[in-house]
């Protein structure tokens, strides 16, 4: 934990001046801006020339540099694979390896991330989501997420044998309660039977999960399968589910998906568009941060994609034409990257969901701050404004011109303090090859 201010102390005073302020929301850019932090907090936004700085206080100068919200990430799977060395497995869960992930968001202007079913330890999940560690994003957890079976629900390895199993309606509520007990808000529940090779979560588990989860005042998320998606995201919505975490990707939505979203206005998505892979310019930010054999790997995969010609990816686009379907409808659509671990995640999907479905960089800067920081109940986040968490962002161009321009990272502030990054490279490269 950071130690508290004695009740002596004042908090530290920043000024900070200049700066183009794109505040995270549909507040109006403030091309001149002024902002004043104390401690953790904003306690004045507005204008430079308004106003003078407080006596004290440091003076920032920002001129020509843009600031963003801090980003953040609405779903994610970290703490399984160690990023210095690539290995992927349970004893990778730690208290250690955590950290080391929630500072490469920190490095890459992210402020918070949640992770999404797969806690490989739930007593070091919840210890560090009740924790503030310096210079690592605040970790948000679901605790275990529920399949039909233990081995149901995620793929891979290192994630089987993790969530928990409800093969009954009342083995769901049961876990619903036990989660309750863990003070977790969202349920994450997995309705996929992976291509027929394990049980699906059964309607009516799920119903009676998301009876007992409304009961407590709690909200379900749930995942849904490559082969099923469309029908059973009709089920869920009918059923009363809260959320999303991806999009449906077995086929293209139809008319009767989007009358039920429009029938649902609460319900949101972090749809998770899967990548066509790296280009150059996010392989270079990534090599700030990753061995330079994961680099090398990332590089080859480049090669053989130009030499390919670049082919079209069907996965992709068919994510693209159903995220802009049902934005188009007026669903709220957040930000989740399915990640690992690298940080970087949350730069990339802003670039897809403006790439390929309509968005403006607004609404997608909007999506990675403010309507995150909505839907998954950060009431202190989300925009630059008074009595906001001051996390931000200073970038060296207008995200509003060019949405990848949010990778131009100069500075990050978290908590009100500004963080070495060049602390923290030298720390992710240590030891590696």
């Known amino acids: 934990m950071v130690p508290a201010l004695l009740s002596s102390q004042a908090p530290p005073k920043l000024w900070f001046e200049g700066a183009r302020l794109i505040v995270g929301d549909k507040t109006p850019v403030i091309e001149s801006s002024a902002f004043l932090v104390e401690g953790d907090a904003f306690t004045w936004v507005g204008r430079k020339g308004e106003r003078q700085p407080p006596a004290g206080a440091t003076r920032v100068d920002l001129t020509g540099k843009t600031v963003i919200p801090a980003l953040i990430d609405g779903h994610n799977h970290i703490g399984l694979v160690n990023e210095k060395d690539g290995s992927n497995a349970k004893a990778n869960y730690t208290r250690d390896n955590l950290i080391d992930q929630l500072q490469r968001y920190v490095y890459y202007g992210t402020a918070a991330a949640m992770s999404m079913g797969l806690e490989a330890n739930q007593d070091v999940a919840f210890a560090l989501r009740d924790s503030v560690t310096p210079n690592a994003a605040a970790f948000l957890t679901v605790g275990k997420g529920i399949a039909a079976t233990p081995m149901a629900g995620p793929t891979g390895e290192a994630r089987l044998g993790i969530p928990y199993g409800a093969a009954t309606p009342e083995e769901g509520r049961q876990h619903v309660r036990e989660l309750l007990a863990r003070k977790v808000h969202f349920v994450k529940i997995w309705v996929d039977d992976r291509d027929a090779t394990v049980p699906k979560l059964k309607p009516e588990v799920y119903r009676a999960i998301i009876d007992e989860a409304h009961k407590n005042r709690m909200e379900v998320l749930a995942h849904l399968s490559r082969t099923s998606a469309l029908a059973d995201a009709k089920d869920l919505l009918r059923s009363g589910i809260d959320g999303f975490v991806h999009t449906v990707r077995d086929r293209d939505v139809d008319d009767e998906y989007i009358a039920l979203v429009k029938a649902h206005p609460k319900v949101w998505t972090g749809p998770n568009v899967p990548g066509p892979g790296e280009s150059e310019e996010e392989i270079a930010a990534l090599a700030e941060t990753l061995p330079a054999s994961t680099i090398a790997g990332l590089r080859k995969q480049l090669a053989q994609r130009v030499a390919a010609g670049n082919p079209a990816n069907a996965l992709f686009d068919l994510h693209c034409r159903n995220l802009k379907r049902i934005h188009d409808a007026g669903m709220t659509i957040g930000v989740g990257t399915d990640g690992t671990g690298d940080g970087f995640g949350v730069h990339q999907q802003m670039e897809y969901y403006v790439r390929c479905a309509g968005f403006t960089p607004a609404q997608a800067l909007e999506a990675g701050t403010s309507i995150n920081a909505r839907v998954l109940g950060l009431t202190r986040m989300g925009t630059v404004a008074k009595g906001k968490e001051a996390s931000f962002d200073v970038l060296a161009a207008n ?27 030298a720390k992710f490269l240590a030891g590696t090859k």
């Open 399 to 425: 995200p509003l011109e060019r949405i990848t321009n949010t990778r131009r990272i100069e500075k990050v502030y978290l908590r009100g303090a500004e963080v070495d990054r060049a602390a923290l490279r």
